[in-house]
Nanobody, 127 residues
Framework: EVQLVESGGGLVQPGGSLRLSCATS????????IGWFRQAPGKEREGVSW????????YYADSMEGRFTISRNNDKNTVYLQMNNLKPEDTAVYYC????????????????????WGQGTQVTISS
């Protein structure tokens, strides 16, 4: 069974940093794309960043570019999201998802079809 467990969320002041982790098991790590998504109260889920399994290519939503960095540790089967210069509008529950269909990560229409999701970790940016 595919399992995804997020960690690293918390309360941070504006301008601060966090590193989220997505620990995975139950699949061939380098065969799956793994992505980060977020959902704030009253808003739709949005894609943040994702990393392609076969070659480690990285992708970002336009609004995240320059502040967030996705990476992976193949030995630990873990994907990270480094978040810098955090803003109040970054407040949300952050989820990771894994699927072998890379193209499904690029459009919100496909998000409900992604096969595997974690439980999420809360990120709160407030002074």
């Amino acid at each position: 069974e595919v399992q995804l467990v997020e960690s690293g969320g918390g309360l941070v002041q504006p301008g601060g940093s966090l590193r989220l982790s997505c620990a995975t098991s139950g699949f061939i790590f380098d065969s799956y794309t793994i992505g980060w998504f977020r959902q704030a109260p009253g808003k739709e889920r949005e894609g943040v960043s994702w990393i392609r399994g076969r070659d480690g290519s990285t992708y970002y939503a336009d609004s995240m570019e320059g502040r967030f960095t996705i990476s992976r540790n193949n030995d630990k089967n873990t994907v990270y999201l480094q978040m810098n210069n955090l803003k109040p509008e970054d407040t949300a529950v952050y989820y990771c998802a894994a699927d072998d269909r890379f193209r499904y990560f690029g459009r919100s229409y496909y998000y409900p079809l992604l096969r595997n999701w974690g439980q999420g970790t809360q990120v709160t940016i407030s002074s």
